[in-house]
């Protein structure tokens, strides 16, 4: 319980049954303060039903989890009280407003008088919704309504956000401006746990990742530290991983590489070889002018660069359970 009182969001050994399926089956991670951490994996992996636990939405099978330090079993109205939860789809209601729907969640975290005014304004003002105050939900886009929902989660300014799929759907200009405002909401100290399909856009927000599929939690840490260690990629200090990409005869290309001793190949497809080599720009350089020497037509000659998709697939083996 010490680690998760220092936690703001903390699950230890959480299982989840809906009869036979497990799904989420001995679950333990935890967010800390100001972090971001992205919830990756296949549809059907455990990700919602893990967010719903935490949210107090469900009950888990066996094990705990807490929010600020409070049981999400023994304390789900403290949880809510310092919880944002932003799900994959909200329902709207009909003949009401951006303000008015504000202001009934305002209302019901209890919030009162020139708290509630000033709430609601703060909110609007953050997802820059203020001009669309008045306008009916159900004539919002996509990306506005998403707006509207992380506000709600906002309303009663928590601690702790869980967003699931906030990303789906927006168009890109509505995805780079919900990753600001996620980094500025970290900025202020608040833990976030994110959920997503859009690998690219979590690894530019996530200080870690955490990588679920059927129930398990496989893997969790920095995509640099996941990439390594799932992968048994060895880089040593002063090596780098390159990849060249070429128009020859592979087998000339591969039987020139295989005469290199300063080249340790990685692997090779029909026009391109991965390799590792000396980080020294001088000695690249060199290699490249050896490698036209030698007749190879190169059209790309670039540094491998880790990816969250690299790690997705190292990990997980497309189970469905």
């Not at 049981?71 to 799900?87: K, Q, T």
């Not at 799929?165 to 202020?188: H, K, Q, S």
Request: charged share 25%.
């Amino acid at each position: 319980m010490s680690q998760a009182a220092q936690a703001k969001i903390q699950l230890d050994g959480v299982t989840r049954a809906f009869g036979n399926t497990l799904a989420v089956d001995d679950v333990s991670f935890h967010v800390d303060a100001g972090e971001v951490l992205g919830f990756i994996g296949p549809n059907g992996a455990g990700k919602t039903t893990s967010m719903r636990i935490l949210s107090t939405l469900d009950s888990p099978t066996a094990g705990e989890a807490w929010v600020d330090g409070f049981s999400v079993v023994d304390d789900p109205d403290r949880v809510r009280e310092r919880m944002g939860w932003m799900p994959d789809g909200f329902g709207t209601y009909p003949n009401i407003n951006c303000e008015e729907y504000l202001d009934f969640f305002a209302r019901s975290y209890g919030l009162r008088g020139k708290n509630r005014l000033r709430a609601i304004k703060n909110v609007m003002g953050f997802t820059q919704l203020n001009q669309l105050a008045k306008k009916p939900i159900s004539g919002l886009s996509k990306g506005m309504k998403q707006r509207l929902c992380l506000g709600r989660a906002l309303i009663h300014n928590p601690k702790v956000l869980i967003l699931d799929e906030p990303a789906a759907g927006l168009d890109p200009r509505a995805r780079i401006e919900l990753r600001e405002m996620i980094l500025e909401l970290a900025d202020e100290g608040k833990s976030l746990l994110i959920s997503s399909h859009i690998l690219s856009e979590l690894a530019e927000v996530c200080d870690r990742v955490a990588i679920i599929e059927k129930g398990k939690l496989l893997a969790i840490g920095s995509v640099d530290s996941l990439l390594k260690r799932e992968t048994g990629q060895t880089i040593g200090k002063g090596v780098s991983q390159l990849e060249v990409k070429f128009v020859s005869e592979q087998s000339d290309v591969l039987q020139w590489f295989n005469s290199r001793v300063d080249v340790e190949l990685v692997s090779s497809t029909t026009n391109s070889i991965l390799f590792n080599f000396e980080t020294c720009h001088k000695k690249q350089s060199e290699l490249l002018a050896a490698i036209i020497d030698a007749k190879i037509e190169v059209f790309e000659f670039s540094e491998k660069q880790t990816s969250l998709e690299d790690v997705f697939l190292s990990v997980t083996r497309g189970e469905v359970q």
